[in-house]
């Protein structure tokens, strides 16, 4: 028997000369990148030619990607390595970029915010500190102001990038918190100090829920204010619900307004909501997430034209402003407030003080460069690409709006900003509607429409439930739809509507 202990594995050595094994010579990387862009702008012109989605299982990704298997002892041929991964995301990926994805928000990118990605992660600067960023630092800056003019708000308010709609609602919240509360809630917390509340309207994004949660206000603050018929916030509900706050003890810490809601693209009554707030010094914030940008458009519900009385607004520059994943942004009207909300200064922390710290503005430490994408797609296109842009998305939603009512099995809904809902309806269940028992089939019915859909991949649509129905959602942030998409996607969906209506008759 053998009684030598096993010998431990060679350490490698750290030599002098050889390059790390991540690091690229340059000759390496110039035709690995090559090749990868030729390979991207092949695919981008394959889109509309492949499935929007291909409607596979978790566990076939998952046998593709070998995903049991464990971390590769050894390195493999960087050309290979990236040819495959390149292959493997466009044939497996959900393409949001396709011409008739109409899916929740999610537009397809910009090809120029593909290209700034790579070039910001080429220098990689930490946009925490001015000193860590000095050019980027300002071109974010310089983003923020730029996106402020595009929704009519004052170029002097203070903000920054965010990863997306849900973090620029939940700085804000945050801000408004210290503003109503002061300062010392955050040393004290919630607990110690009076209580407070916030009021959304029923349609308020999910992010009231997680602000509230995580903040230690809790959902329990959250007071659900209805909408009236037109989907918009009952503004006598709202002023109701404040005064027995009021008279309660209980502090209204912000109301939020929304420009654009998610299912069907309703915009709140701004200015009326800005008057309520201004006469009762309360916070007034607008999620903008989907909607704010169409305010660059003279034809819109006029309160867009209103962002400006807000004292925070989230704006997603990922959905409207078609820079790729992730970029949210959050207005400020008073500068300070962020700071106020956010800042400590720790000794290890020696930062200029003229120049602007995100680190001191937001709840991130290191910070990327999200602006570089947006920052150059303003540029490439201008205020005047923007609104031709926006206006042509309003106009296609309203073109399949119209195709939708024209089709004899689908019943239109709802249409707003570039939000169209609808459903489909058998012929003969039309003298019906109405009637609970049909009601309850027809959500059953165009659940099964969706997942047939989503399962075919000619068209992508989501869902809203408005007014307690269960509707189709086609949503246009999307450069590349266009007519002839909308004329086609009606009868592709009364089509689907028929064979899921067979399927569950014959069930
Ligand atoms: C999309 C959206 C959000 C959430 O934004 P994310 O970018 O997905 O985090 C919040 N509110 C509204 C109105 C939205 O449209």
Redesign the pocket.
Known sequence: MDTTPPKAPATPQPSLTARSPLDLDADTFRELGHDLVDRIATFLESLPSRPVTRGVSPGEIRDLLRSEASVPETGRDPAGLLADTAQLLFDQSLHNGHPRFLG??TSSAAPMGMLADLLAASVNPNLGAWTLSPVASEIEAQTVRWIAELLRCDPASGGLLV???????TVAFWAARVAAAGEAIRARGHSAGEPMAVYASAE??T?IQKATDLSGLGTDAIRWIPTADDLRLDLQALQAAMDEDQRAGIRPMMVVG?A???STGAVDDLPALAEICRSRKVWFHV?????APAAILPDVPQALHQLALADSV?V?P??WLYAPL?A?CVLVRDREALRKAFAYHPPYYHFGEEATNYVDLGPQNSRGFRALKVWLAIQQIGRDGYRQMIADDVAMARLLHAHVEAHPDLEAHTLGLSISTFRYVPPELREKIGDPETEAYLERLNRAVQARLEKGGEVFLSNAVVRGRYLLRGCIVNFRTGDDDMAAIPGIVAREGALAHAELASS
């Open positions: 929740y928000i990863s997306g709609g849900n973090m620029a609602n308020t994004h992010w929304t654009g809601t998610v999620d903008g997430a989907y909607g989230a997603d990922h959905k992730e949210g």
